[in-house]
């Protein structure tokens, strides 16, 4: 499956057939980019797969050769890019050959299908050359008048390498402080997803959630408005790290850059289980996705699970969360 999968990746990569002017937003690639005021795009570089075996024959000593070593075999090749060099002020001689992938040879394109046991072969990257020229160029000609080519199997300009992920800018990012964020890898996750409205987190805090800060107010879109009137900052603090507005350079980013948030408040001196279970219920029925429920409970005669002893540790301060996912009927 890996081996497909990479295959599927590096086959996407060599059929790249056009140009963007997106590509102003590149951080790499294999040639310059240069977009004129006419807004054509020039490069120094293109791809091309030739067909033939001895189209281009590369001294074993060298790692290049210029065009001049198109075998006279294939006129129509030869014609194409001498009228190109020529609209060019260019020659034959200024142009250089080289294999794209240099290493790539006939025997390299088999391979043993690990599931199937089926011997297979892969595209001969042997034959993809890359063509590059003494400036920067209008390709696109070339690589119209090459494709028509029977000689030619595929040509196509540079290959860019493109940062999809976006980071965001709030303050606490920023500075380092939410260090935790790239340490499970966040980024690389928001560049997948970062959510939708559709996905409601329910935060079942006794001590209440501050409904009017600025990085959550327009995130919450649902709840029992905190009906204990008590905030202790830990509501709020559970609350940002899940949804906060992310992106706006104020305090903290969530997670969820783009998730709804629902929350509850149960009175901090309740102690009945069916006033939770109501908030529970309540939050299932508002479409809540996922219901985090962070308890604090003071146990007497507890024994720490850490202990190894039978002694008995007065007024211990237990803290965890619960978290509940998934659909409740």
Not at 206 to 212: A, M, Q
Not at 318 to 328: A, K, S
Request: proline content about 4%; some cysteine; overall charge neutral.
């Amino acid at each position: 499956m890996k081996k497909k999968f990479h295959l599927f990746i590096l086959t996407i990569l060599l059929f790249v057939l056009q140009f963007y002017s997106s590509l102003r937003a590149q951080i790499y690639s294999d040639a310059p980019i240069i977009i004129t005021d006419k807004n054509e795009i020039l490069t120094d570089m293109i791809y091309v797969k030739f067909k033939p075996n001895d189209l281009i024959k590369i001294p074993s000593s060298d790692v290049q050769t210029d065009g001049n070593s198109i075998s006279i075999k294939y006129p129509d090749i030869r014609k194409t890019f001498i009228d190109y060099c020529t609209k060019w002020n260019l020659s034959l001689s200024e142009l250089k050959f080289s294999k794209a992938i240099p290493q790539a040879k006939e025997d390299d394109t088999i391979y043993v299908d690990n599931i199937t046991g089926e011997t297979k072969k892969l595209p001969n990257l042997a034959k993809v050359f890359i063509v590059r020229f003494p400036k920067p160029v209008e390709v696109e000609s070339i690589m119209s008048s090459l494709r028509i080519l029977p000689e030619v199997e595929y040509t196509h300009g540079p290959v860019q390498w493109v940062n999809c992920v976006e980071t965001p800018n709030d303050q606490k990012y920023v500075d380092g402080s939410q260090w935790y964020l790239n340490t499970i890898q966040s980024p690389g996750a928001w560049g997948i997803s970062k959510g939708n409205s559709n996905i409601k987190i329910a935060l079942i805090e006794s001590g209440g959630v501050e409904l009017t800060h600025i990085d959550l107010q327009s995130k919450i879109v649902g709840g029992d408005n905190n009906p204990g009137g008590i905030l202790d900052g830990h509501g709020t603090r559970v609350t940002g790290i899940a949804g906060a507005i992310t992106n706006n350079i104020e305090g903290i980013a969530s997670l969820g850059w783009n998730v709804s948030l629902l929350t509850y408040q149960p009175y901090n001196d309740d102690s009945v289980r069916t006033v939770l279970s109501q908030k529970i219920r309540d939050a299932v029925d508002a479409g809540a996705s996922v219901i985090n429920c962070s308890f604090k409970t003071i146990k007497s005669d507890f024994t720490s699970c850490g202990s190894l002893s039978n002694q008995k540790e007065n007024n211990t301060l237990l803290n965890y969360t619960i978290i509940i996912t998934g659909i409740m009927n």
